[in-house]
C-alpha cells in the first residue's frame, strides 16, 4: 500500500510477468529482437534513475521481482499476465513453472493467469481444461499477435476462439485479458487491432475483457467500443509511464477513458519487467488534469484509490482492508413529483 498527503491506497499490479530472454533461451533473431523492442519502450519512457542495464532486464528472477513489487514498489497484490511466444523462444518467453512457484511460495500475494492459442484446436481446449485445474484459474492472458506456424495471428471473433471462450465459461475463468494495444518486433501492428473485441464482448456478456494497453494507439476506436460493452475494461499498461514523458498524452488518456467508460473499469499495470511499480504509483497519486485541459475534469482520490488497486481487486475476490475501501455510496433521494 501507499500513503500520501493522509490517504492510504490499495495497490494492486493486474499486469506483471516473469520473463527469460536470455541469449540461450531466444529461438531465433525473432526472440532478440522482441526483447530489445521491449528494452527500447523500457529505456525511452522511463526516468533515468529506473533505466536497468540491458543485462538485467533480459530475466529477472523470482526474488527481484518480489523486492521489486513487494517490498520497494508498494504493490499489495500482483497478477500475472504471460506470454508464451514458443516461436521465437525455446522454454517460452514467460516462465509458468518459475511464475506459478512464486504464487504457492507467497499465497494471497500474486494470482497466476495463464494463456491458451485458440490455433491448437482442440488439443489446446483438453489442455486448457488441465490448466485450469492445475493453476485453479481466473483469467487468461491472450496474445492475439502470436505467431504459430505459418500464422502471424489469430481474432477474438474466430470459430475457434469462440470454442475456448465457451470452455472459459464452463471452467469459471471469467477474466481475458488480451493485449491490443502497441506493436513490437516482429509482430504486426493490425494483429492488435481492438474491432474484434466488440464481437466477443458482445456475445459473451458473463466474461469480463480487460483489454491491456487501452487499445493505444486506437484508443479512440477502443473507447467507442467500451461505451457500448459494459464488460469491457482498461489495463493501464505502457499507457501509464507516459506521465513522465508526455504528461499531456498521458492526462488525454486518462481523461477520454473517464469520459467514455467510468472509473470502476480502469486497472493500474506496471507492466513489470518493463517498468517497476514504484516511480509509477507516486507519479499517478500526484498527477492532476492540468487546467488547460477544461474538457476533463479533474482526477479525484477515490478515482485514483479504485484505478490503483481497487476495480481489480473487485474483479479477482482479493480481500482489501475495511479501512481502505471507499464508503459505499448512498442512494440519490428521487423526488416524487
Not at 484509490?305 to 433521494?333: F, S, T
Amino acid at each position: 500500500m501507499y500513503s500520501k498527503d493522509g490517504e492510504t491506497y490499495f495497490i494492486v499490479d493486474a499486469h506483471v510477468a516473469l520473463w527469460d530472454a536470455r541469449p540461450e533461451n531466444q529461438r531465433n533473431i525473432h526472440g532478440k529482437q522482441f526483447i530489445d523492442c521491449f528494452y527500447d519502450y523500457h529505456r525511452n519512457l522511463s526516468p533515468e534513475s529506473e533505466v536497468w542495464p540491458y543485462e538485467d532486464y533480459l530475466y529477472q528472477g523470482g526474488d527481484r521481482l518480489m523486492r521489486d513489487l513487494f517490498e520497494n514498489g508498494y504493490v499489495d497484490h500482483a497478477i500475472f499476465q504471460p506470454a508464451h511466444l514458443g516461436a521465437f523462444y525455446n522454454n517460452g518467453f514467460g516462465q509458468t513453472e518459475e511464475a506459478f512457484a512464486l504464487t504457492q511460495k507467497h499465497e494471497g500475494k500474486l494470482t497466476y493467469n495463464h494463456f491458451f492459442d485458440p490455433r491448437f484446436e482442440q488439443a489446446g481446449i483438453d489442455q486448457l481444461r488441465r490448466d485450469a485445474e492445475r493453476f485453479n484459474l481466473k483469467g487468461v492472458k491472450l496474445y492475439t499477435a502470436e505467431w504459430q506456424g505459418d500464422s502471424r495471428g489469430y481474432k477474438l471473433d474466430g470459430k475457434w476462439t469462440y470454442k475456448y471462450f465457451e470452455a472459459c465459461q464452463e471452467l469459471g475463468i471469467k477474466n481475458i485479458h488480451v493485449h491490443k494495444g502497441p506493436t513490437i518486433r516482429p509482430l504486426d501492428r493490425d494483429a492488435f487491432d481492438v474491432a474484434d473485441v466488440d464481437h466477443a464482448a458482445t456475445d459473451f456478456t458473463d466474461l469480463n475483457f480487460v483489454v491491456e494497453h487501452c487499445g493505444l494507439p486506437r484508443l479512440e476506436d477502443f473507447c467507442w467500443i467500451a461505451t457500448q460493452e459494459p464488460n469491457v475494461h482498461a489495463g493501464l499498461a505502457v499507457a501509464i509511464p507516459f506521465i513522465h514523458t508526455r504528461p499531456r498524452y498521458f492526462a488525454q488518456i486518462i481523461g477520454e477513458l473517464l469520459y467514455w467508460l467510468d472509473e470502476d473499469r480502469i486497472q493500474f499495470s506496471s507492466d513489470y519487467a518493463l517498468w517497476t511499480p514504484r516511480w509509477l504509483i507516486e507519479r499517478f497519486v500526484d498527477f492532476q488534469i492540468p487546467e488547460d485541459m477544461p474538457e476533463y475534469a479533474p482526477l479525484t482520490v477515490g478515482q485514483k484509490k479504485k484505478i490503483l488497486g481497487l476495480n481489480a481487486a473487485a474483479m479477482y475476490d482479493v480481500p482489501v482492508p475495511a479501512e481502505l475501501r471507499l464508503a459505499p455510496v448512498e442512494p440519490q433521494a428521487v423526488s416524487v413529483a
